[in-house]
């Protein structure tokens, strides 16, 4: 042992913290206080929350019709965060009529590189409260920092950017053609990526000329209304952004509107279905981004420890509220011992607890609804007969919602762990022998969303990613996103497409 190493030890000994093993001592020792971090919360105290949140109509703050609030739970707390407006048919159309009149006197009149300005500056605005939009999200979702500090605030500023470029540039996106906008866009979004799912609605709406009347979820509003500040703050003209908090029957309103042009959703596939069948004899036109149930398939040929990261960030990252999430994993039978042990081990050191806290991996589970979902399909895959294996080593908090990372062996692919979104931090594990066998389960589910491939072969790489009747097809990595590439699903995974050129079509009519 060196003398620093020497050195190390007696200090931590002395300041009473775990003994440090070597880094040759036996994989079998404690993993719990091996990994036992110091806490290093993020400090919420700059952050300001409101007692109460109005509706964003028209340019400023306005009291629901039927002044009726709903409250906002912090999930990892169980405490009230604030109250948000419970939105009508009144307020929808309030909003919707402030759309249209921003779209026909504003808007679509304004040069397309000045709307290209509003859009960097507010791109700009999102990155300057950064931090400030980072601790929201988490205290509201209850996803951990980490991941709302480095995805979701990020990639929100980045599809702004994107397509505040796009603005004066619609004549190469569509050589040849005239795009026009195609109106006054409704638009409702989920609580897993709350201000990343605005980014992806609102910025190609606003570069191709639509104004916008958003819905929020009702569990993630905070961070909406803090977008309406950075929309006042950066001058956009009334009525370009409307935002209606409520729960479903707000977004119904939305859908059934007649002044509404476009419709964009993303959420549950049963929702989307609802509303498809809403939409249905109207010239309404619409995108529909639901849920999945993604394959991660690892062949033998893979590198395993590499591969055991990619399952751990596909599927307990963020509590594994993604809709691309790798919920189900195809593990080729030669290597399935050794990847199933390891991951058991990962799972060990998996942090599950405080959402602001930087070294958590596994934050709240959003709700209290989602919380007793995810349980009940425990529960079910335990009566289906599926081994069931969770990690020990973390000590759940007392209050709040909160799910150890699970999974679940000895599955059948008609089991209903395997074919149902479970939309928790659980995971089912199969195995397959040949690559067809892989193919045959992995495009086995009414899904279609996103999918991952880790091998060494380029070849194989292709040759498989061609077969899955997935949207998505990530290779020995799993949930990266980029605003200049196109997202959406297959089967009941949705309709449509969002991010890259691509998400510009459903916003403007060609001529
Ligand atoms: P959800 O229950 O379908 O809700 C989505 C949004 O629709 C919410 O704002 C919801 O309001 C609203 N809504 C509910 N009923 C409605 C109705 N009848 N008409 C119009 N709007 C209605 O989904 P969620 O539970 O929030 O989100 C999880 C689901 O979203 C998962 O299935 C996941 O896979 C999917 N998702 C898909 C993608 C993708 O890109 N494909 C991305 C993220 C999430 P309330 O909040 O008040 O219920
Ligand atoms: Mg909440």
Not at 91 to 116: F, I, M, Q, T
Not at 260 to 285: M, R, Y
Not at 331 to 351: F, H, P, Y
Not at 408 to 418: D, E, K, L, P, Y
């Amino acid at each position: 042992m060196s003398e620093k190493t020497k050195e190390n030890e007696a200090e931590a000994t002395a300041n009473g913290s775990p003994k440090p093993t070597s880094p040759n001592a036996d994989l079998k020792h404690d993993f719990a206080s091996f990994w036992n971090y110091s806490p290093a919360p993020e400090s919420s105290d700059f952050v300001e929350i409101r007692k109460q949140y109005q509706h964003y109509i028209d340019g400023s703050f306005s009291v629901p019709a039927k002044k009726r609030y709903f409250k906002s739970i912090n999930p990892a707390t169980e405490e009230v965060l604030a109250e948000f407006a419970e939105g009508t048919s009144e307020d929808v159309d309030k909003a919707v009529k402030a759309a249209r009149k921003a779209y026909d006197k504003v808007w679509s009149k304004l040069p397309a590189r000045e709307r290209g300005k509003y859009i960097y500056r507010i791109a700009r605005m999102i990155q300057e409260r950064a931090r400030e939009l980072a601790i929201i999200e988490s205290m509201d979702g209850g996803k951990p920092i980490r991941e709302s500090r480095d995805v979701d605030v990020p990639l929100a500023a980045a599809y702004f950017f994107y397509y505040a470029g796009w603005a004066d540039k619609l004549d190469y996106a569509f050589p040849g053609r005239k795009a026009e906008p195609v109106g006054v866009c409704g638009q409702i979004i989920p609580w897993n990526f709350p201000l990343l799912m605005l980014a992806w609605k609102i910025a190609p709406a606003l570069a191709t000329g639509n104004t916008v009347v958003l819905k929020p979820a009702e569990t993630t509003s905070l961070t909406a209304l803090k977008f309406a500040e950075i929309c006042m703050d950066a001058g956009l003209p009334a009525g370009v952004v409307n935002i209606v908090t409520g729960a479903g029957q707000t977004g119904a309103a939305i859908v059934d509107h007649p002044d509404i042009n476009k419709i964009a959703f993303t959420g549950s596939t049963e929702v989307g279905k609802i509303i498809q069948k809403s939409l249905a004899g109207t010239d309404k036109k619409f995108t529909l981004e639901l849920g999945g149930k993604g394959p991660n398939i690892i062949f033998e040929d893979a590198s395993v420890d590499q591969a055991v990261e990619g399952i751990v960030n596909a599927i307990f990252f963020n509590q594994g509220h993604v809709c691309c999430a790798g919920s189900r994993l195809l593990v080729q039978e030669g290597i399935a011992d050794k990847l199933i042990k390891k991951l058991k081990q990962r799972m060990e050191t998996l942090i599950v607890g405080d959402p602001l806290d930087k070294n958590t991996d596994i934050g709240a589970i959003n709700s209290k609804m989602q919380f007793n979902k995810i349980n009940e399909y425990i529960e079910i895959g335990i009566k289906e007969g599926a081994t069931i294996h969770q990690s020990n080593s973390s000590n759940l908090p007392d209050k709040g919602y909160f799910c150890k990372p699970t999974i679940f062996t000895g599955v059948a692919q008609s089991n209903r762990i395997v074919q149902e979104e479970i939309f928790g931090p659980v995971l089912t594990i199969q195995t397959f022998r040949t690559p067809e066998e892989a193919v045959e389960k992995a495009n086995n589910t009414p899904y279609g969303l996103a999918g991952g491939i880790w091998t060494d072969k380029g070849s194989k790489i292709f040759k498989i990613s061609q077969k899955l009747r997935s949207g998505v097809v990530w290779a020995n990595t799993f949930n990266k996103f980029d605003p200049t590439s196109p997202f959406g699903g297959y089967k009941e995974s949705g309709v449509g497409r969002e991010g890259g050129l691509h998400g510009l079509y459903p916003y403007v009519n060609l001529k």
